[in-house]
């Protein structure tokens, strides 16, 4: 069965970077682009992204270039959301989903706090 | 910037039925934006409900449906239930992008 695991929480000061990873499993992980989603506390889901799972090739939305980096390693069908410069405006869920937004991770907690 | 509309709140009796829509602050909704339906509770991961206008996701019960009404995409529960009561969110895909409607919070009561 598709899966798709994520890291967990992490806890971070400004201006710090963080990894966030989403493993994947029951499917072949290069068939499917894989999207990374954000939920700031108590709001709605922002699409923040996605990256070809083929080519490496990453597509940032409005609102998430410069900071945000989509990466890869194929070999462990994962893919990472890294985050640098952190801000307390990064607080929020990251969710990793496949393709279509089919399946989701767990989610993972970003907080970014002195 | 096109936005994706939902209601923000809807409310529903138990047993009844509840269509929720998801629309453009511009032009019309069809199949070609492969509106997909999410449920979400507190704290949990969003479940996908409905994929590509009326694909239901595995498990899902038939209670839940997708389709095209006018110019929207609408998500239909029928026979609604007390578990049924979550954060709605449908999204939409255009060209290289997906963007997400603002949610809808249903009430069972």
């Known amino acids: 069965q598709v899966q798709l695991v994520q890291s967990g929480s992490e806890l971070k000061k400004p201006g710090a970077s963080v990894k966030v990873s989403c493993k994947a499993s029951?499917?072949?992980?290069?068939?499917?682009?894989m999207n990374w989603v954000r939920q700031a506390p108590g709001q709605g889901l922002e699409w923040m992204g996605w990256?070809?799972?083929?080519?490496?090739?990453?597509t940032y939305a409005q609102g998430f270039t410069g900071r945000f980096v989509f990466s890869l390693d194929t070999s462990v069908s994962t893919a990472y959301l890294q985050i640098s410069s952190l801000k307390a405006e990064d607080t929020a869920v990251y969710y990793c989903?496949?393709?279509?937004?089919?399946?989701w991770g767990q989610g993972t907690l970003v907080t970014v706090s002195s | 910037q096109t936005v994706v509309t939902q209601e923000p709140s809807f409310s529903v009796s138990p047993g009844g039925t509840v269509t929720l829509t998801c629309g453009l602050s511009s032009g019309s909704v069809s199949t070609s934006y492969y509106p997909s339906w999410y449920q979400q509770t507190p704290g949990q991961a969003p479940r996908t409900l409905i994929y590509?206008?009326?694909t239901r996701s595995s498990g899902v019960p038939d209670r839940f449906s997708g389709s095209i009404l006018g110019n929207k995409a609408a998500l239909t529960i029928t026979g609604a239930q007390a578990d049924d009561e979550s954060d709605y969110y449908c999204v939409l895909y255009m060209g290289s992008n997906w963007v997400f409607g603002g949610g809808t919070k249903l009430t069972v009561l």
């Open positions: 029951g499917y072949t992980f290069t068939s499917y682009a």
């Open positions: 990256i070809n799972t083929n080519t490496g090739n990453p």
């Open positions: 590509s206008t009326n």
């Open positions: 989903a496949k393709g279509s937004h089919d399946y």
